[in-house]
């Protein structure tokens, strides 16, 4: 067919390769427009640099939402459904191909199309002369340049006959999807789907923050539309409790209180009872206490469920103490070693230099001209013993020797047991 150029549009021409069916259609903003796209170097190879179909993933816009190549939309609204069209577009028009190339790529690759983006407006992106990974889209980025795109348009779906994403609502319907998204999460925690209602919850959030971004900040507008948030901040804490993600409770419930600084008693007293419970469940006794009293302080009727979960704090922390006993308990035990005997051992009278035989030893036997000398047997058992009971008992002997020795001829009287029992304790 014949080459023409788009209306008001510099820099764009278009050819029809096949004609599609029905009318020009007269697209919404909100419109989703489906297609499959190749492109082309302006060269004498016309060298392919992507094929959406070779990816198996169709690209989609949503008509007036601003896509990174605006020129995208200008095409695809000038073509009819089943119309397959070449447009030649200027470098004025591609500057911004080599990072959308870069997002649908990685998303055929199984991987995060934003992984590495930095946070900068489209004009500082293009400017980022930063490897994209990919080298033909290196020298895209280096040199914008004139190229081809074949786009087959394929499907258009009404603003209203599909479940759309968040960024694409504009207020009216980010604050009529709110009250639906709440009443879905509510839904999904009865049946004890936490997972899912924590994500409804969450979407439902991010539609009022969107809408509240654009709000003066603690002007009505802005703390009207706080105030619908807290609660499903609420809600989303409980599934994560549910779920064991105490952190993140912690953090939220923390956020809302520090905003809210009092003027929503009612909710507070739930924040702080969330938060509580996540002290509680990473062992943060004395956090946990203090929340637990501040429920109890604000909202005297919770006072029997707040006893109740300060019982069970304190029942959880005296196990917890019990099996780090148990856990530490042989801390300071000596290991015994192989082969000896209780009784035995440097002092042991078997003729070894104090040490035990190792199994299938042989043991050290005294020279022949080495007088054998019988010792007294140990006080304590050196190898069976920690060593500071064995201190304690060599102290014990040599006091009770001392004594006897000093006081010949008088009733003696051993040491008192009492202070060596109550050392040993202490130690």
Known sequence: MN??????????????????????LQFK????????????????????????????????????????????ETLLTSMRIGEVAEFWCD????????LVSKGMRRIAEGKDPLEGQKHRCGMGNMFDYHSTGYADLDELQRVPQPLIFIMELFKVDDPSSYKRDTWAMNKEEKLSAVPVLHSE????????????????YQEAVICLRNVQAKEKP???????????????????????????????????????????????PGENVKAYFKRAKAHAAIWNEKEAREDFLRVAQLDPS?????????RLLGERMRE??????????????????????????????????GAGREEGGGSAEAPPHTPHRPT????????????????????TLALYSAATFTLRGVKKHPPERCKIQRCKASV
């Open 218 to 264: 603690w002007a009505e507008d802005w703390l009207s539309l706080e105030k619908l948030i807290m609660p499903l901040v609420l809600n989303y804490c409980q599934c994560q409790l549910e779920l064991g993600e105490y952190y993140e409770v912690l953090e939220h419930t923390t956020d809302l209180l520090q905003k809210d600084n009092g003027n929503h």
């Open 29 to 72: 903003d909100g419109s989703k427009l489906t297609f499959h796209f190749q492109t082309l170097k302006d060269d004498f190879e016309r060298t392919v640099i992507d094929d959406s179909r070779q990816a198996g993933i169709p690209m989609e816009i949503i008509v007036g939402k601003l896509f990174k190549i605006e020129v995208w």
């Open 302 to 310: 919770l006072g029997a469920a707040v006893k109740k979960e300060l």
């Open 320 to 353: 917890k103490h019990v099996e780090e006993r148990q856990r530490y308990q042989g801390l300071f035990q000596q290991p015994q070693l192989k082969g000896a005997t209780k009784g035995k051992g440097q002092w042991g009278g078997d003729g070894n230099a």
């Open 185 to 200: 999460g509510n839904r999904l925690v009865l049946l004890k789907r936490y997972q899912e209602a924590a994500a409804k």
């Open 3 to 24: 080459e023409m150029y788009l209306l008001n549009v510099e820099g764009v021409k278009k050819k029809i390769l096949h004609g599609g069916r029905g009318e020009l």
């Open 376 to 395: 007294p047997p140990s006080p304590v058992s050196q190898t069976h013993l920690p060593w500071w009971e064995a201190t304690l008992g060599l102290a």
């Open 91 to 98: 470098a004025i028009h591609t500057g911004m191909y080599a």
